[in-house]
């Protein structure tokens, strides 16, 4: 089994479920509109995402101004793209790191799989919401501290699945040729061990995306990630919905960008997690949080 | 058994440990000075060495670790640098205001939860099943703020304007002494939990109704009634106790995006004010209190899954 048929057979299979080919349609819109926003949208309405566009508050132009008189879907337009690239560098970040750590684990065994695994247990004992605070208060909202944090946090929860899923293949026949060629370790783990636990990692993945997503717009809405005065969504709709009555799309259309976005990573990853199920012996398929928490 | 549980407590103990000197360490990321941080570029150098002398920050480190410690453990968490109160004072409603939240949260999405999960695995392949699989996948994606304002466009401002969107807390006054003002908050905090319980249960429902036990009990001629609540759910109840257990330690999480967003008063929003204000005591009070939290409905959890797990009690017996 090489890493390529698996992978195939795995997106294959999830691409025949209906919820793949709404998610992946309901994603690339608004990842269209986060990429090409910022270019289109100066061109198509004539400001700038911080310049003046009229008295704050007025519904002119398509969706209307905001309290400093930003023209609204401007700022919509571009808001998305920050957001975006952080939450793809913290899963990143969070997959490759929980990766290695849960191979190493699951791999290895003794006193080194202890250590990360009781090491993990701290980390999971803080929602990953909260660690993140704790951080920005000792720090302060940079971006790299959002990605790092949320990366770090999202570690410990993909260890636990690569450390699983590495113990279920850790004693097959390939592996044990592989040592008994006495192959080094850092390659088994690539070459042997990784191929053949991208099933669970793709779902970790799409999983994270969703809560990376999840957690960088919360954090903007706060008032602790990203800062003024960038467009970004989560921040519109914490600066906007004091207006929420005036006028209400400074606040709607951030709000249902990221629920489009997040609902349509989350359809991507259960039809991923449908046809992981599938392939292994393990029947149940998994939910978000009953994995990661 | 006993054993078992022993260990998983001693674990949750150790990692308490942990946990707290974690917290402290976050303190040594202040940049440079931490007193000037705190109080910025203006403060005197009296009142910085007034805070350093306050906070402790002239010791070594260890000894400030050992005294923040002792303080923990006897119920002294310092105090606010905002507030210049005691933290435990400062915490002490807002506490009870926050559990308000999380308990009523907790009640209706355990009883919703596993109705909905019952329900949908009942009528498996149905439009019913389907209908509820969907919702709960579009629901769970939602980070929690996106449910909250969603909520306030349609249940507080334009569609049905019926419930206030903001609470209100004059001092003194409890916020449950207006109990509309609690309702969107723990709606909102419902509606996020409430798809990883339905579907946990119906997957565990699933599975018990396609067991030999349930179709001994028809076979038997029971009434489908006694059959799902006799026979059936106790079954399911088990693994589904320590999903709710781990929802419930999310909620702990989930309460700070929602108090902010509906300016409720509890330690949610005290975090969030702690973090702007680099109220470094308070934000350390928080952040191990919902560790606390976490970590002992974690505990609960699995002392729950220990005991109604035949294979794990045949294992002590051994």
């Keep these: 089994m090489t890493a390529t048929t698996t992978q195939s057979t795995l997106l294959r299979r999830a691409w025949a479920l209906p919820q793949a080919k709404i998610g992946l349609a309901l994603t690339v819109v608004v990842v269209g509109v986060a990429v090409l926003g910022p270019w289109v949208g100066p061109w198509l309405t004539g400001h700038d995402t911080t310049s003046f566009a009229g008295k704050p508050f007025q519904s002119g132009g398509i969706a209307g101004t905001d309290g400093l008189g930003r023209d609204v879907f401007t700022r919509f337009l571009s808001g998305g793209l920050t957001l975006l690239i952080y939450a793809v560098l913290a899963t990143a970040l969070g997959l490759v790191l929980g990766a290695v750590l849960g191979m190493l684990a699951g791999y290895s065994g003794g006193w080194l799989d202890s250590l990360i695994m009781r090491g993990s247990d701290v980390l999971l004992s803080f929602p990953q919401l909260v660690f993140a605070l704790l951080a920005i208060a000792m720090i302060g909202p940079e971006g790299w501290l959002l990605v790092l944090v949320i990366g770090i946090t999202h570690a410990p929860r993909v260890a636990r699945v690569a450390r699983q899923a590495t113990v279920a293949v850790k004693d097959a026949d390939f592996i044990r040729a592989a040592r008994m060629y006495a192959m080094p370790r850092r390659r088994i783990l690539l070459r042997e061990v990784l191929p053949n636990i991208t099933g669970p990692l793709m779902v970790e993945l799409g999983l994270r995306l969703t809560y990376s997503i999840g957690y960088v717009a919360s954090l903007s809405f706060l008032g602790l990630g990203i800062q003024p005065p960038t467009a970004d969504w989560g921040l519109m709709i914490n600066e906007n919905r004091i207006a929420l009555v005036v006028e209400p799309w400074g606040v709607l259309l951030p709000v249902l960008a990221i629920a489009v976005l997040t609902v349509g990573t989350n359809l991507i990853t259960d039809s991923l997690a449908s046809a992981a199920a599938g392939t292994s012996q393990s029947g149940k398929p998994q939910t978000a949080k009953e994995a990661s928490a | 058994m006993f054993r078992l549980i022993l260990r998983r407590l001693a674990i949750s103990v150790a990692v308490l440990w942990l946990v707290t000197l974690l917290v402290f360490v976050a303190t040594l ?177 699933s599975e018990v109704l396609d067991s030999g036990y349930v179709e001994m009990a028809r076979l038997k001629g029971l009434p489908e009634r006694v059959v799902i609540t006799r026979h059936a759910v106790p079954h399911a109840i088990g693994p589904v106790a320590q999903v709710i257990a781990i929802q419930l330690a999310w909620l702990a999480g989930g309460v700070v995006v929602v108090e902010f967003l509906f300016r409720y008063p509890g330690i949610g929003q005290a975090l969030i004010d702690a973090v702007n204000n680099r109220d470094v005591e308070v934000v350390q009070a928080i952040t191990l209190l919902i560790a606390a939290v976490y970590i002992v409905v974690n505990l609960i959890a699995d002392i729950v899954g220990i005991m109604t797990n035949p294979k794990l009690r045949a294992e002590v017996a051994r």
């Design chain 2, 29 to 205: 990321l202040l940049p440079g000075d931490p007193a000037r941080a705190i109080l910025g570029q203006q403060a005197t150098p009296e009142r910085i060495a007034a805070l350093n002398d306050q906070l402790g920050l002239d010791a070594p480190v260890w000894q400030r670790y050992l005294d923040w410690l002792g303080g923990v453990v006897t119920g002294d968490l310092g105090t606010s640098a905002a507030s210049q109160g005691p933290v435990t004072e400062l915490l002490g409603g807002r506490i009870g205001a926050s559990l308000v939240l999380l308990v009523g949260a907790a009640v209706i999405s355990t009883v919703l939860g596993l109705a909905l999960g019952t329900w949908s695995a009942l009528r498996r392949g149905r439009a019913v099943d389907h209908t509820v699989s969907g919702l709960s996948l579009v629901v769970a994606a939602l980070p929690e703020f996106v449910i909250g304002v969603a909520l306030i466009v349609v249940l507080s401002t334009t569609v049905l304007p019926v419930l206030p969107s903001v609470t209100l807390a004059p001092p003194g006054e409890p916020v449950w002494s207006r109990p509309s003002q609690l309702v969107l908050p723990i709606l909102a905090l419902t509606l996020v939990v409430t798809p990883y319980i339905t579907r946990m249960m119906r997957a565990t429902m």
